[in-house]
């Protein structure tokens, strides 16, 4: 059914025949959605014609009544399109009935109709938008909140980071890491890991400020984002974040503490909201380390960026082949015999130079690389000595030892690995020597056991390499089939002038002897050094007193001018 106004003059102006206006209410009440007929007069647009939809919207609220004003949207559309010479104008625009949040949300087309009612007059039709516009609000709530705590997730953390450090002022980006969080799911199950964020994120939001924010960023990460004066305010949000996650937290009969790592950075002039949640991850990657809240300093960037880089070329170099070993000699003390070379790994860049393996070792390791060079360098350096052997037209009584990383012990099944490559290039077990740190046996004992004996079953010997540095066990060298103790060049070098690192070495020594083990000594720089630990009982030597690490032909050489 068509309505009208009231009032006439509200909604018929007197100019416009009563069957124009019949005809114009047939044709609305004919359409399902909310539709009405609009002709503009001297001040302003007036209804000529709606259908029922449309007046239950015009009578809503006052400002859909005062929706054809000259000043509101629809209106101000409507005489413009009215204005045009044009018959056949179409525009479209959106128009919210309320506020926001609780209001309605319509998409108006506004078209003209002079034709088939032969005076100038605008369709205008309202599709009602909010079942959808509410949708996409939850949606974009989902998507930007965590369902559990109902913080704000990383996405929008890292969103909200960039818009206020893009106005000014001076913000810090705090992130916070529970550590031990793991053994809650572990031993309690999932409900009770669920329950201890909820109570982390109720805490950590007794420690904010107003204006401050916090998201949870990851599964037991949070990112406190705050606005500061100086560093030293930054420090006291952290410590205040630190204190409030110290108490224990209760679940069921169990009271269970949980430390906290917290990395901060500063905003600068120049930095992105994206850059300093970067930087802030770099300071919690230490502070995981150290166990103390510790602030992104200005290198630390330039040096995650430089790693990436050496992991990148690192990757293609061992794929290449453009790594090298170089061979350092061990020597018997009491005999002055050479009885065998480390392998070391040598990377020489073709931009970049000499690159130290103090440098791309830890990230192989950090990387899993250290996996495929590990395979490498223990192919390489059997290669090396079977082709010596050959060169001597018998086998050398040399050996060839060669480190294997704890992580390479973990993920590879190393002793299957040395088989193959011992049957590959002829040689016999006890010509290899298998160097471990301390770590890799901590690590995982049971493991490390299994893959040890089952090298001593191809004869292979076993060096525990830098021995005293670590975590020393004496059930460990008992229980382990390990052959060598190498003594670490710390204690070493300079011991002639340190009673203390006498002390150290002599023990060292004293323990191998009680357990039956050779030692080798790294370091050995001087012929008084040598004599001082042959006298002591120590077993080989390495070190510049026989010679640097040598390339594969300048080690032949040397073995040759010593034979």
């Not at 406190?224 to 305010?233: G, W």
């Not at 040399?398 to 590959?424: C, E, F, Y």
């Amino acid at each position: 059914m068509a309505v009208e106004a009231d009032e006439p003059h509200d909604l018929i102006a007197q100019s416009v025949p009563a069957d124009v206006v019949a005809v114009g209410a047939t044709l609305l009440a004919a359409l399902p959605i909310a539709a009405a007929l609009v002709l503009d007069e001297a001040d302003g647009p007036r209804l000529l014609a709606g259908n029922d939809a449309f007046a239950a919207i015009r009578h809503s609220t006052p400002s859909a009544d005062a929706m054809l004003r000259p000043d509101q949207p629809i209106g101000r559309a409507a005489r413009a399109l009215l204005a045009e010479d044009r018959c056949d104008s179409m525009r479209t625009l959106r128009w919210n009935d309320g506020d926001a949040v609780s209001g309605r949300h319509y998409t108006v087309t506004l078209s003209r109709m002079d034709r088939p009612l032969g005076v100038r007059v605008c369709f205008v039709s309202l599709i009602d938008r909010t079942a959808e516009v509410e949708s996409a609000r939850s949606l974009r709530a989902e998507l930007s909140h965590d369902s559990l705590t109902g913080l704000p997730n990383r996405a929008f953390f890292a969103e909200a980071v960039e818009d206020i450090v893009a106005g000014g002022g001076h913000y810090a980006v705090l992130l916070v890491d529970l550590a031990r969080f793991s053994r809650v799911n572990e031993s309690l199950g999932v409900m009770a890991g669920d329950e201890t964020i909820i109570t982390v994120a109720r805490r950590l939001l007794s420690t904010l400020r107003r204006g401050d924010l916090l998201a949870r960023v990851g599964g037991n990460e949070f990112g406190v984002l705050v606005k500061i004066n100086d560093r030293a305010e930054a420090l006291v949000s952290a410590e205040r974040i630190r204190s409030v996650l110290a108490a224990p937290f209760r679940l069921s009969r169990f009271e269970i503490g949980l430390e906290c790592a917290v990395g901060c950075a500063l905003s600068g002039a120049s930095e992105s909201g994206e850059e300093l949640v970067r930087h802030a991850q770099l300071a919690l990657k230490r502070a995981k380390a150290t166990g103390r809240v510790e602030v992104h300093s200005s290198g630390e960037a330039a040096g995650a960026r430089y790693r990436l880089d050496i992991e990148t070329e690192l990757r293609r170099a061992i794929e290449s082949d453009q790594l090298s070993l170089a061979f350092q000699p061990i020597v018997h003390l009491a005999r002055d015999r050479m009885t065998g070379f480390e392998a070391l790994a040598r990377w020489t860049h073709a931009e970049r130079g000499i690159i130290e393996p103090s440098e791309f070792i830890p990230v192989a390791e950090e990387t899993g690389l250290i996996v495929p060079l590990g395979r490498w360098a223990l192919d390489r350096a059997l290669a090396t000595l079977a082709r010596w052997d050959e060169a001597a037209g018998r086998p050398l009584a040399v050996a060839m030892s060669v480190n294997v990383s704890a992580i390479q012990l973990s993920r590879d099944d190393v002793p299957t690995l040395i088989a193959g490559l011992l049957a590959k290039h002829g040689l016999a077990g006890e010509r290899l020597t298998v160097e471990l740190t301390e770590s890799a046996i901590v690590q995982d004992p049971e493991r490390t056991s299994r893959a040890l004996n089952a090298l001593k079953a191809l004869n292979v010997r076993i060096a525990m390499d830098d021995f005293g540095t670590g975590y020393s066990s004496l059930a460990y060298l008992r229980r382990l089939p390990i052959d060598i103790l190498k003594i670490d060049r710390s204690f070493v070098s300079g011991m002639l002038a340190d009673r203390d690192k006498v002390a150290i070495v002599r023990a060292v020594l004293s323990l191998a002897d009680a357990l039956g083990k050779h030692t080798t000594a790294e370091g050995v720089e001087t012929v008084e050094l040598s004599q001082t630990l042959a006298a002591l009982g120590c077993t080989h030597g390495q070190g510049y007193l026989y010679a640097a690490p040598l390339e594969p032909d300048d080690a032949f050489a040397y073995l040759v001018s010593r034979a």
